[in-house]
């Protein structure tokens, strides 16, 4: 998948299917020139990691990796939905890439799906699952694989679906030896920090 084609690509599906795996299997075989950073990792990695929205805004020529993205986003919460809207605007304009996960698309908001320019799916269970009128939806329906059936994504863990402009087609990935590192005892990120986009909808004054 060549990464830097996109701003923002969303890897959604069953919980306990790959994504993480799936995720860091991308980041580990990037090629490009760009920086890889990881926004509130609950783990020590041999990438930079940053726990901070003034971080995040001025991280310029990156690609940016945030799993699990409602545990950093409480989306029912309009004021910070509207924040990391216009962060996302700005890491674009920054030349950044965003990369996160989310286990259903309910945690994508409409505004939000303008922004995606790329989907990965893992197996998806349920097709009833994925908000109706979503693009994570709306690419199923006009897209034909045998693995896409009337009841969801039907694909084994190693395996992805990716729906884009610039590429579609079933792709395989390795096991990377990542865990459950967002297990409560694995968890050692600055909470603090971890938990201020959620909290935080103040924005970095702009130049």
Not at 127 to 141: E, F, I, V
Not at 149 to 178: A, H, M, T
Request: charged residues 25%; hydrophobic residues 35%; proline residues 2%.
């Amino acid at each position: 998948m060549k990464i830097d084609n996109y701003r923002t690509i969303a890897i959604i599906g069953d919980r306990n299917r790959g994504k993480t795996n799936l995720m860091f299997n991308l980041i580990n075989n990037y090629k490009g020139n760009r920086e890889i950073v990881f926004y509130g990792y609950p783990k020590e990695l041999e990438y930079k990691q940053i726990y901070s929205l003034e971080e995040l805004a001025q991280t310029t020529d990156s690609i940016i990796v945030m799993d699990e993205l409602q545990n950093h986003i409480k989306f029912y919460r309009k004021a910070t939905n509207d924040a990391f809207l216009e962060l996302l605007a700005v890491l674009a304009h920054n030349n950044n890439t965003l990369i996160f996960s989310t286990p259903m698309s309910q945690f994508i908001t409409k505004a939000l799906d303008v922004f995606i320019d790329a989907i990965i799916y893992v197996n998806i269970s349920d097709m009833a699952s994925l908000k109706n009128g979503s693009k994570a939806k709306r690419l199923l329906q006009q897209n034909s694989f045998t693995c896409i059936n009337r009841w969801g994504v039907n694909l084994p863990i190693g395996k992805y679906l990716l729906l884009s402009d610039y590429e579609k087609g079933v792709y395989d990935f390795s096991f990377q030896n990542v865990g459950k590192d967002w297990r409560k005892e694995n968890n050692n990120v600055k909470k603090k920090e971890a938990k201020e986009l959620s909290k935080r909808i103040e924005m970095p004054e702009k130049c």
